[in-house]
């Protein structure tokens, strides 16, 4: 099976051209590629496939196995992909996700795609929709006891469930101790991906970020989203704000006037390959 390694800021997947390959596991293939010791090394594996509803369509599983909804750096990647292979020449793509059609604009320079602009789409604040189960209706800096501490939480879904929590030096949180507490918290049916917040400026954030289904990733496009709606919620920062991940920067700009929160970023390929799939 041939393969691509992608990263957007860190954020590396394995993508599969799924217009020529066929994939009959993929939850079993994903854990296998993901490994870092036995496989390729990855936070997941992400295939690229025809759709009747939009120009492509992906489809992601996490590190071990689980079928997630929507990748913000995965899906710029996607659209690196199809463009700098020759998928497709146009410049505006749609792309079909479990959390609906994405839209997105394309940077070309040199013929190879350079930065992606992509529509994430509304943000979701109602708790029961997130889903979160919890006493109000929003989730806005509101008390949430995790493992004998309490925190702070601003909920917000960006087609996967979000929970943001502010506090001053992230570098020295022990992420790997907190964050399997929160992505497996009974207030989140589902799970929950949790980014860690230090406000700089109005106009600048910076985050760490524990992912559910793959620990800490160096970047998390819906999670970098979903913080900027919050740092406006709360009065933090402009509707236009860089957030600063592990892995690099990304623009997060929420129209507030449309309701849509637009991420602009990198795609970067790291090398083709062929495995036994």
Known sequence: MRFTKMHGIGNDYVYVNCLEENVENPSELSIKVSDRHFGIGSDGLILIKPSE???FEMEMYNADGSQGSMCGNGIRCVAKYVYDYGLTDKTSISVDTKSGIK???L???NGKVSLVKVNMGQ???EAAKIPMIYKKEKVISQP???NDDVYEVTAVSMGNPHAVVYMDEIEKLEIEKIGPYFEKHPAFPEGVNTEFVHVIDENTVEM?????GSGETLACGTGACAVAVACVLNGYTNDEVT???LGGDLKIFWDRKENLVYMTGPATVVFDGVIEA
């Open 53 to 55: 509803k939009a120009d």
């Open 103 to 105: 839209y997105l604009e």
């Open 107 to 109: 940077t070309v320079e």
């Open 123 to 125: 943000p979701e604040l």
């Open 144 to 146: 949430l006891g995790v």
């Open 208 to 212: 760490r970020v524990w992912e559910r």
């Open 243 to 245: 957030v600063k991940l």
